[in-house]
């Protein structure tokens, strides 16, 4: 293969979060960047109606599935993660609130920097980027969330979420504004509709997704995006080639069923923005593989989290309330020092989640009194399982509880085989650590219970927590770690890779503890930090 394309100054490998605020900056800077995308590019009408048009809203490309989420299995988590052209800002629940202290004080990478100073006025960019505003109004679903943390002493830390959706300036919902976000540069809006659709693709032109604002941006300033282009290599090249290219970056159609048509890109420079699972899966490829960066740390997999999460929930015996109106995380609450909770919904007739859903166990009890404990919740309680597995209306009578705590647990990463991946070759977890990372968090039970008990329905577990005892996290955090030297991290401190100059890590895999809340804000942070390093072209 030989490449048939300009050399790029950077090509940017991923369009979430990190990848678009990448794109946005460098190409104001005046450099050339091509950002590939593995998802496909989605406008709004061409978002599933509900989550049961799965062709739409799941990534299995064996059934021909190419939508906005994808779900992976390490031996001992089950990851929720992104895929499309804006990556995870498609199918996210929109909150963008800022940590807690104890993030900046993470031993991971405190002696480094003041971060709390340092990523001070990128927080500030970052909101205003991406729209930040409280939630003006909330649904059934977030006035339980409330009395729950009243019965639990803890009433006064209940709030709205802060979200990146546009509500407009006293307009009517659906209302078509001009731009209202950057002096006319960008689209033209409308006002949230309070549907409950956010995590299915917004489509009604109200989520501030990153094609409407860093991407689109970017685009504007002349960055190219191919989407459905997986990446397959990255391979240095000889010093002082003509063009400048330091890199050559392998790619092919994701979305092909056959003829996959390789291509090869030259770049100048690489900032890798995959997400945690595309970043870490790519990286151990290209280093035990085909063995195109030999010299990657020994860091690399390291402090890997899960934003020490639990996804539990309510389903509603009665049809009094429809638990699906709002946007899909309104509120949040405070359940103790280390945790916080927030309830999330699904938008009306989304009910495909539901097969996520399994009887409330405490994942700690071994295998056979879990399995004991289920097969008597359904044979006692028929009923009460065809509501929750079988009978319609699912998303307006459940509630999924957020669980999240910054307690610091982690595991380790690495490259390998076993049952979970089809002993294809993956990632896995290291032995010895699979178990780091606790399923059970038993305030979330008790929130759960509470909250079934306020709508008067059925408390549920996670199908991952209930049968495998392992936990679930749409927040997979870590593996590339910041330091001083590659014995410390695989990142410097401008998110440069130890011994590859000019390819950067921007996005999840930075993260150095648990921010104990929705981490997308913090990631749009870190990646504005990583650009104000680079300077101007020239």
């Known amino acids: 293969m030989t490449a048939n394309h300009p050399t790029h100054d950077f090509v940017i490998i991923g369009s979430g979060f990190g990848g678009s605020v990448s794109a946005h900056r460098l190409t104001e800077k005046g450099y050339s960047?091509?950002?590939?995308?593995k998802g496909k590019r989605y406008r709004d009408a061409d978002f599933a109606k509900s989550n049961w048009a799965y062709w739409k809203f799941l990534w299995l490309p064996a059934l021909r599935a190419h939508g906005i989420l994808q779900l992976s299995l390490l031996d001992g988590m089950l990851i929720f993660h992104g895929s499309g052209v804006g990556g995870g800002s498609l199918g996210y629940a929109n909150v963008l609130m800022e940590p807690s202290d104890e993030l900046f004080e993470a031993?991971?990478?405190k002696d480094l920097a003041d971060w709390k100073t340092v990523l001070r006025p990128h927080y500030d960019t970052a909101r205003r980027m991406?729209?930040?505003?409280?939630t003006p109004r909330f649904g059934p679903a977030d006035e339980a969330a409330r009395r729950i943390a009243e019965r639990l002493g803890v009433g006064k830390t209940f709030a709205p979420t802060e979200v990146g959706i546009f509500f407009g300036a006293g307009q009517e919902p659906g209302t078509k504004v001009a731009d209202p976000?950057?002096?006319?540069a960008g689209p033209e809006r409308e006002t949230c509709i309070f549907c409950g659709g956010c995590m299915v693709g917004c489509r009604h032109n109200a989520k501030n997704t990153?094609?409407?604002?860093?991407?689109y941006l970017a685009e504007q300033n002349g960055a190219e995006v191919w989407a459905e282009t997986e990446v397959?290599?990255?391979?240095?090249?000889?010093?002082?080639q003509p063009d400048g290219a330091r890199y050559e970056v392998h790619t092919r159609r994701s979305t092909a069923a056959l003829f996959k048509r390789p291509r090869v890109v030259r770049a100048?420079?690489?900032?890798l923005s995959a997400g945690v699972m595309g970043t870490l899966n790519l990286l151990f490829r290209c280093r035990e593989q085909t063995g195109s960066l030999p010299r990657l740390s020994a860091a690399l997999g390291n402090r890997v989290r899960t934003n020490s999460e639990a996804l539990l929930g309510a389903v509603a015996r009665g049809g009094d309330a429809d638990y699906s109106q709002g946007v899909a995380i309104g509120s949040v609450f405070q359940a103790d020092a280390v945790t916080r909770i927030e309830p999330v919904r699904y938008p009306a007739g989304s009910g495909l989640m539901r097969f996520m859903a399994w009887p409330l166990i405490d994942s700690t009890r071994p295998f056979f009194v879990r399995a004991a404990n289920i097969l008597w919740s359904l044979v006692t309680r028929p009923l009460d399982a065809l509501r929750v597995l079988v009978l319609p209306g699912w998303a307006e009578r459940a509630t999924i509880l957020l669980v999240m705590q910054t307690e610091d647990t982690q595991t380790r990463v690495r490259a390998g085989r076993n049952a979970w991946t089809l002993f294809r070759r993956g990632l896995v977890t290291e032995k010895g650590s699979r178990h780091a990372i606790p399923a059970h968090i038993p305030i979330g039970h008790t929130a759960t219970e509470l909250m079934a008990e306020e709508m008067g329905g059925i408390p549920a577990g996670s199908v991952a927590e209930s049968v495998f005892g392992m936990p679930s996290t749409a927040h997979i955090l870590g593996g590339c770690p910041i330091g001083r030297s590659a014995e410390e991290g695989v990142v410097d401190l401008n998110c440069e890779v130890f011994n590859y100059p000019g390819l950067y890590v921007v996005d999840g895999s930075i993260m150095p503890a648990n921010p104990g809340i929705n981490p997308s804000l913090t990631i749009t942070a870190l990646a504005e930090y990583a650009m104000s390093r680079i300077p101007a072209k020239g």
């Not at 990153?210 to 991407?215: E, I, Q, S, V």
């Open 232 to 240: 397959t290599d990255i391979r240095p090249l000889p010093e002082g």
């Open 33 to 37: 960047a091509l950002v590939l995308e």
């Open 210 to 215: 990153l094609p409407k604002n860093y991407l």
């Open 268 to 271: 100048r420079n690489i900032v």
């Open 130 to 134: 991406l729209g930040v505003a409280p």
């Open 181 to 184: 976000f950057f002096g006319g």
């Open 107 to 109: 031993p991971g990478w």
